[in-house]
């Protein structure tokens, strides 16, 4: 008996040691266990079978998603949010139901429900019950409608995030954060909070303890910052570390004081918010400010010095406003700062000099500004950059040699500035980098060399190295509009095998390969306009299966256009250029070809108006051919055309009534053809049609009224017909119009007075 009594005892002491849970496998409270199967029975997992395929067996304090507290064996975590494969919102998800079992895990500290797709069902008044909740996710569930007011009973939460990017949440008020005396993190970003105008004062309720507030595109109504008054001796901000208010538009005001107190702050992002008014000096107070975005807004005045006094800045993005002057000289103190975007701006002055101090920059972006001079010697030392884009400035000078010291740049855009002199140097010294003719099988994913170089649009000169081709990782090649001179030959592509995108167009270059060649690439874009191809259109397009745009206009080409390029048509390609060239021989029917741009002007193509494929097509242009017959009838379902030009073909006809419903319609050339009849009466249907040039043809009749009433018509040509009869009346309201050419036809009557009153005309031919 002793020895039974000790057996007992020895036992309960290892039971006591040793948590039920993990004892054997049937220790998780069986009603938890039971509602668990409930909810899993309406949650659809279809695109992520990982969650649930561990839910077997009796113990559900080993599914996975599910915790369970080590004594009491209830449980407490329940985290079953998706992690789809193959797509990026919850709305694509198939759709579940959130079973009111749920009501039983009356324990539960941890709950996340999102990336799920709850199908616009309401959030349950009775996740305010859970009075023991710490964490709850319910971000980007699909759930709709008002968020309950019974959040407010969670006394103890911590962390709440009910960010959504449909739009389906709405609060009329903010009162119940009031309950949430323990809360560090709140994100309500994408929930209808327009009509809560007192927000500011009924988020101060859990200002002292918030870490973390996000509200973006939440449609703030910037009332709900001036509601409070007082609002510096009001407003408790010592925790506060992370700020986002972005994407709210009605917001437009001017930055608040207060918000320069908010010195714990490590976070803030103010961008697209209708903000305007200068930056204040009192931005440097942000002492701890890592990652500043006020993009996207109408800021102006100058960037204040005192930015340079935040030492810990990291990221500071102040794209897209209306700032002036120069960039600081106090910013080479941002020792640690790695993304600088000031792009789409109205900044001024050289690039400073100690831009070269900021040695631990990524990201440098200052297109689209008002910079002068050269490109700063310092800017090699950046030897840490990635991305530089210097574009649309008028920096002028050559490139300093130290550029090629950037041998981690991926992506490298100086277009559209005046910079000259030769990119040998440069292009032989980056390609000799390591991270560049090192082809990287996995681009997509892992952009580690270079990839992108646009130089187009400057004054640039000499030849295009050989070396350029040993660029392994580039994808996107634009030298367009230079003074480049020399032959571009196979060596010049021998490692290209990413390449997506080329633009030589617009220089003085020509292309000499073999007949036989096989590019390593499959482009999307080729544009080689004005460059020297070959005496017929090259054979090595066939192998470009998957081009999107093609241009090889001014490329001295002649010859019958060979049936296998007409092909390309009908795969990918949507942009064709192939004017200005000798190809002659007749169109064939392009009905099935998706081209929404087609430019075939100036060759020696005969025949009918080919058909096409109306309803992509954008431009038509197959001025001066000698094409013949009528306007195609395919040109009646063109409903977003905007620009027709046949001119100086040999069309004859009248002007189809079908012209009259293509309400894009911008431009409308039929000029020096052999077309004939009346003008039609329907113009007043064009509203956006600014051009109309039908003269030096064989048109009769008065000039209908409704031809000069077309609201924004600012050029009309009539000259060389047989139009009769007075000017209509309806001239006089003609208030858009710049050029009127009605000479050289059988007009009568006097020339009336009104016609002074066409403010905007600058030339008048009535000859």
Not at 239 to 264: A, E, G, K
Not at 378 to 400: A, R, Y
Not at 467 to 482: D, K, M, P, Y
Not at 545 to 568: D, H
Request: hydrophobic share 40%.
């Amino acid at each position: 008996m002793a020895c039974l009594s000790l057996f007992v005892f020895l036992a309960s002491l290892i039971v006591s040691a040793f948590p039920p849970c993990y004892v054997h496998g049937t220790t998780c409270i069986e009603t938890e266990r039971i509602a668990l199967l409930s909810i899993k029975a309406g949650i659809n997992h279809s695109d992520d079978q990982s969650l649930f395929s561990s839910w077997t067996g009796h113990d559900c304090c080993k599914w996975q998603g599910v915790s369970c507290n080590h004594q009491s064996r209830h449980v407490i975590k329940l985290d079953l949010r998706q992690h789809p494969s193959n797509v990026s919102y919850n709305f694509l998800m198939p759709p579940s139901k959130l079973n009111s079992s749920l009501i039983q895990l009356h324990h539960l500290k941890h709950l996340d429900l999102s990336m799920n797709n709850f199908n616009h069902s309401r959030i349950p008044d009775f996740i305010g019950s859970f009075a023991k909740l710490e964490y709850l996710n319910l971000s980007n569930a699909g759930f709709s409608g008002a968020i309950p007011h019974t959040f407010g009973n969670l006394s103890y939460l911590r962390y709440l995030d009910l960010s959504s990017y449909d739009f389906l949440l709405q609060a009329n008020d903010l009162r119940w954060l009031s309950g949430m005396t323990s809360l560090h993190h709140l994100d309500l970003g994408g929930a209808n909070l327009s009509k809560v105008h007192d927000w500011l004062h009924d988020i101060n309720s859990v200002l002292p303890s918030l870490h973390v507030l996000k509200l973006s595109m939440a449609e703030l109504q910037g009332g709900g910052i001036y509601a409070t008054t007082d609002l510096p001796h009001y407003l408790n901000f010592t925790s506060l570390r992370v700020l986002d208010l972005s994407l709210n538009s009605d917001l437009n005001m001017t930055l608040p004081q207060w918000l320069f107190n908010l010195t714990s702050l490590v976070y803030l992002d103010l961008s697209f918010c209708a903000l305007h008014g200068k930056l204040p000096v009192t931005i440097g107070n942000l002492s701890s400010l890592r990652f500043l975005r006020l993009s996207y807004n109408s800021f102006d005045g100058v960037i204040p010095e005192s930015l340079g006094n935040l030492g810990s800045l990291e990221t500071l993005l102040l794209p897209a406003n209306e700032l002036n002057g120069r960039i600081p000289e106090s910013l080479s103190n941002l020792s640690n700062l790695v993304y600088f975007d000031v792009s789409g701006n109205q900044v001024q002055g050289l690039m400073p000099a100690t831009i070269g101090d900021l040695r631990n920059l990524q990201y440098l972006d200052f297109s689209g500004n008002k910079f002068t001079g050269a490109i700063p010697e310092s800017m090699g030392k950046l030897t840490s950059l990635k991305v530089l884009d210097l574009s649309m400035n008028n920096i002028s000078g050559i490139l300093p040699k130290s550029m090629g010291n950037l041998c981690k740049l991926q992506k490298l855009d100086l277009s559209s500035n005046l910079i000259k002199g030769a990119i040998d140097d440069l292009v032989n010294r980056l390609s000799n980098c390591p991270e560049n003719y090192i082809r990287n099988s996995f681009f997509s994913e892992h952009k580690d060399g270079m990839w992108h170089l646009n130089v187009g649009n400057n004054r640039f000169n000499g030849t295009v190295p050989e070396s350029i081709g040993r660029l392994a990782n580039l994808r996107v090649l634009l030298l367009q509009e230079n003074s480049f001179v020399g032959t571009l030959t196979e060596h010049h592509f021998a490692n290209l095998r990413d390449l997506s995108e080329m633009d030589f167009s617009n220089n003085l270059l020509r292309l000499n390969v073999h007949n036989d060649w096989v590019p390593p690439f499959h482009a999307d874009a080729i544009k080689m306009c004005s460059c020297r191809i070959s005496s017929v259109l090259p054979a090595w397009l066939k192998t470009q299966t998957g081009l999107g745009s093609l241009c090889l206009s001014e490329a001295e080409i002649s010859g019958n256009v060979p049936t296998w390029f007409w092909n390309l048509s009908s795969n990918s390609l949507f942009f064709l250029n192939i004017s200005h060239n000798n190809l002659s021989g007749i169109l064939p029917t392009l009905q099935y070809s998706v081209l929404d741009v087609i430019d075939m002007s100036h060759n020696k193509f005969e025949g009918l108006i080919p058909d096409l494929n109306s309803s992509l097509l954008n431009i038509v242009d197959l001025r001066n051919n000698s094409l013949f017959g009528p306007i195609s009838l395919s040109f009646a379902s063109a409903n977003l055309i905007q620009v027709i030009s046949l001119s100086h073909n040999h069309i004859n006809g009248s002007i189809p009534f079908f012209l009259c419903n293509l309400t894009n319609l911008q431009a409308l050339d039929l000029s020096s053809n052999n077309m004939s009849g009346e003008l039609p009466h329907c113009w007043n249907q064009l509203s956006w049609l600014t051009i109309i040039d039908l003269s030096n043809n064989n048109f009769f009749g008065s000039i209908p009224e409704a031809v000069v009433s077309v609201t924004n018509l600012q050029s009309l040509h009539l000259q060389k017909n047989s139009l009769s009869g007075n000017l209509p009346l309806s001239l006089k309201n003609a208030k858009k119009l710049v050029v009127l050419d009605i000479g050289e036809n059988t007009l009568s009557g006097t020339i009336p007075s009104w016609i002074g009153g066409l403010a905007s005309l600058v030339v008048l031919r009535l000859r």
